[in-house]
């Protein structure tokens, strides 16, 4: 039988153990340096708030200039300046090759037809579609492009189907294709799951992203794929030129939206469930996936609003819903804009406006209202009442045998479009560095222009915010407060006897209460180094944020990097702002201006801290502990690690990658530690590195650039000591 435990006996066991967890637990050091200012209890959103509070700036500038416009000839001005914009974010399109058309089944139906089909928008790009004919005595059909929102299903999908057969019930032909990603165009499709492991919008992000890189867009092709699709139309002799229309919904709405500003071919546009304005997009959802942003175009001065000005008197209706992903008041305000322009035009009923109270969804009302404005403005009346129709079974609309054209006829897709400009790339970058000395003169100007980095004067103040005392060193906290309630929180391990030199290191120091994420700065200050420890916007305590998107990969929102595509400020240009602010500062107000500075960097942010360095950082040498080695890793590899794309720059390719950063730094020594399981992708990535030790051997100054491989025990003090003997 168990013996009975008194309570009182019970009760002072139970103190005891409460009283010695108290003691572990108060033993542990805590780095967070918010904890104590609780006023910026939003820290984690500065990033995002940062790139939004640019744009807003920039999309007020718009509102001011549309302000000023009156009359016709005014707006006219305004739609060739638009048009100049779009084609500076886009570039120019693709030269049209065949469309080699092929018709795969046909089949019949009660009152209409269908023929699947697949045309090439590139050569070896195939575009699944399905072409549904009315019967009709007419022999020149007006025709509607339907445009899929992001469903794996694509037009295959009960309530895009449901509109599709409406229309062609109502006397219109109908073109419906699959938008890269989508139906049978999956691009990462895994015959084995018979799935891809992205759902459509990470379809659209994860190969966009590559694109952006390399100073391209996946709008570009997507709105591409459109144009051509309107070519093939006119193609068949059932469509009659003059009367063609676009309609989709959610990002069918942003294709149907971005196709009819670029084709003046379409009469007649209905894009539902996405427009509104990017200040409220921002505010809300934030910025989508890849193809619904256009490189620098807030910075352009670009807003919704455009697509529709750009393309005023011809017809559009907007169809909202008052409880859309996309504010209902951006629609509100775009309208409102939208009018001034037709007005000017003198075709103001030409431009409507149809809203339901209802979420991100198609409804009776909004369906009848698209119906009627198509009979319309295509000129076939009729019965605009929504009606009950029979849905195909998915399989029946396929147009390949598989469902997939990557496992059936073969497609090439936005990743191989990437390969193909991304080889194009690197060889104008390998030509530029023969002539390395011209490559390399005014190329510190050249990327602060493709970065964003602006060069305004640093402020702010260092405000002391608390000391901990151990053996050999003192840990003091700091905040950075700036202008606008921008923050820097950073901490400083000082060791009690200093040896002279300064360490600035960066990394994701997300666990403030965990003494092995700062074991290596620790270390260093146990060994006599001062280590400043900042962290930097989208990371630590001020990250990642509220914002994930529909674009988020492994804790890492695409979304937020976006931002800075539209805006032009990439998030490296933030962090450099950052680092240097933090160095500056503690030069200036901690007495350290003259130590040496070594940069270490773990991850990606070794990509900061060369570009930081490159635009004014003054450090003896950086080390780079398991490096992203350079962008063409990230562009170059189908594959690639998503935690790499907040240290990328878009558009940086073929103007510079890292490699060339180093080369500018040729007077600083720079170590790569790799670990030892890195393997051939690293292996291949550090051939981007050849020129520089060539550049460095050619100079005698080759003991500049090592490569290292670290062990399990690695605590980057044997590599430390190399830049302490220097």
Not at 31 to 52: H, I, M, R
Not at 280 to 292: C, I, M, N, R, V
């Given at each position: 039988m168990p013996k009975t435990v008194k309570l009182p006996f019970l009760l002072f066991g139970l103190s005891l153990v409460c009283f010695f967890n108290s003691i572990v637990i108060y033993s542990q050091t805590n780095?967070?340096?918010?904890?104590?200012?609780?006023?910026?209890?939003?820290?984690?959103?500065?990033?995002?708030?940062?790139?939004?509070e640019l744009s807003f700036h920039s999309l007020a500038n718009r509102k001011e200039s549309i302000g000023k416009l009156k009359t016709k000839q005014d707006w006219m001005a305004r739609q060739e300046l638009v048009k100049e914009k779009f084609l500076t974010s886009l570039g120019n399109f693709p030269d049209k090759t065949p469309l080699n058309p092929v018709v795969t089944q046909k089949i019949k139906k009660e009152g209409y037809s269908v023929e699947k089909l697949y045309f090439e928008s590139l050569p070896g790009v195939k575009v699944t579609a399905a072409f549904f004919i009315p019967n009709s005595k007419r022999k020149k059909l007006p025709t509607i492009i339907y445009c899929s929102g992001h469903s794996d299903l694509a037009f295959r999908s009960e309530g895009y189907q449901h509109v599709i057969l409406n229309l062609v019930k109502k006397g219109f032909a109908v073109l419906a294709f699959d938008p890269y990603g989508q139906g049978e165009r999956a691009q990462y499709f895994d015959p084995k799951a018979g799935k891809s492991p992205f759902g459509p919008t990470r379809e659209h992000s994860y190969p966009g992203a590559q694109l952006f890189i390399n100073g391209e867009s996946a709008a570009k092709y997507m709105i591409w794929d459109g144009i051509r699709a309107v070519d093939y139309l006119l193609s068949r002799k059932e469509v009659d030129k003059e009367r063609i229309g676009i309609t989709g919904r959610s990002g069918g709405g942003t294709q149907s939206a971005y196709i009819a500003a670029f084709d003046p071919r379409i009469k007649a546009a209905a894009p539902e469930c996405y427009l509104?304005?990017?200040?409220?997009?921002?505010?809300?959802?934030?910025?989508?996936?890849?193809?619904?942003?256009?490189?620098?175009?807030?910075?352009?001065?670009?807003?919704?609003?455009?697509?529709?000005?750009?393309?005023a008197p011809k017809p559009t209706l907007m169809i909202t819903t008052t409880r859309d992903i996309f504010s209902i008041q951006g629609a509100r305000n775009t309208y409102k804009e939208a009018r001034m322009a037709y007005r000017a035009f003198g075709k103001e009923e030409n431009l409507q406006k149809v809203e339901d109270n209802a979420g991100h969804m198609s409804t009776q009302k909004n369906r009848e209202s698209m119906y009627a404005f198509f009979q319309k403005h295509l000129d076939n009346p009729g019965n605009a009442?929504?009606?009950?129709?029979?849905?195909?079974?998915?399989?029946?609309?396929?147009?390949?045998?598989?469902?997939?054209?990557?496992?059936?006829?073969?497609?090439?897709f936005l990743y191989d479009l990437n390969a193909s400009l991304t080889q194009k790339n690197i060889e104008i970058l390998k030509e530029k560095r023969v002539q390395l000395e011209q490559h390399l003169l005014g190329l510190k100007e050249k990327v602060a222009t493709i970065t964003g980095y602006s060069e305004n004067e640093i402020n702010g103040k260092l405000i002391f915010s608390g000391q901990t005392e151990f053996e050999t060193y003192f840990l003091n906290k700091y905040l950075?407060?700036?202008?606008?309630?921008?923050?820097?929180?950073?901490?400083?391990?000082?060791?009690?006897?200093?040896?002279?030199?300064?360490?600035?290191?960066?990394?994701?120091?997300?666990?403030?209460?965990?003494?092995?994420?700062?074991?290596?700065?620790?270390?260093?200050?146990?060994?006599?180094?001062?280590?400043?420890?900042?962290?930097?916007?989208?990371?630590?305590?001020?990250?990642?944020?509220?914002?994930?998107?529909?674009?988020?990969?492994?804790?890492?929102?695409?979304?937020?990097?976006?931002?800075?595509?539209?805006?032009?400020?990439?998030?490296?240009?933030?962090?450099?702002?950052?680092?240097?602010?933090?160095?500056?500062?503690?030069?200036?107000?901690?007495?350290?201006?003259?130590?040496?500075?070594?940069?270490?960097?773990?991850?990606?942010?070794?990509?900061?801290?060369?570009?930081?360095?490159?635009?004014?950082?003054?450090?003896?040498?950086?080390?780079?502990?398991?490096?992203?080695?350079?962008?063409?890793?990230?562009?170059?590899?189908?594959?690639?690690?998503?935690?790499?794309?907040?240290?990328?720059?878009?558009?940086?390719?073929?103007?510079?990658?890292?490699?060339?950063?180093a080369t500018l730094m040729a007077d600083k020594k720079i170590i790569l530690v790799l670990g030892n399981d890195d393997g051939a992708v690293a292996t291949r990535s550090l051939r981007a590195w050849d020129f520089v030790r060539e550049n460095l051997k050619a100079m005698d100054k080759v003991e500049n650039f090592s490569v290292d491989y670290r062990d399990p025990d690695f605590d980057g003090m044997t590599l430390i000591n190399q830049f302490i003997a220097d």
């Open positions: 780095y967070s340096v918010l904890d104590f200012w609780k006023y910026y209890s939003d820290a984690e959103n500065t990033l995002y708030k940062q790139q939004s509104t304005t990017l200040e409220y997009q921002l505010k809300s959802g934030g910025p989508q996936d890849a193809e619904q942003n256009f490189p620098y175009g807030i910075q352009l001065g670009l807003d919704h609003a455009d697509l529709l000005e750009v393309r009442q929504d009606e009950e129709v029979v849905i195909f079974p998915v399989e029946e609309l396929y147009v390949t045998k598989t469902g997939q054209l990557s496992t059936s006829l073969g497609s090439k950075i407060a700036q202008e606008g309630d921008k923050i820097i929180p950073l901490v400083i391990f000082l060791p009690k006897q200093p040896k002279g030199k300064l360490v600035l290191y960066l990394d994701n120091m997300e666990d403030k209460k965990s003494d092995e994420a700062y074991a290596m700065p620790i270390k260093l200050a146990q060994n006599g180094l001062t280590v400043l420890v900042p962290d930097l916007p989208g990371y630590g305590e001020l990250g990642p944020g509220y914002l994930k998107g529909d674009a988020y990969f492994n804790n890492t929102s695409y979304n937020q990097w976006f931002a800075g595509i539209l805006n032009g400020r990439s998030t490296v240009a933030v962090h450099t702002k950052a680092i240097q602010a933090a160095v500056q500062l503690c030069s200036e107000e901690l007495n350290m201006g003259d130590k040496k500075i070594i940069g270490v960097s773990k991850g990606g942010f070794n990509s900061s801290l060369l570009h930081a360095s490159v635009l004014g950082l003054e450090v003896t040498g950086i080390l780079c502990i398991d490096p992203l080695l350079s962008f063409e890793s990230i562009v170059a590899n189908k594959d690639y690690d998503p935690a790499h794309i907040p240290f990328s720059v878009a558009g940086a390719l073929p103007h510079y990658d890292l490699p060339d950063l």
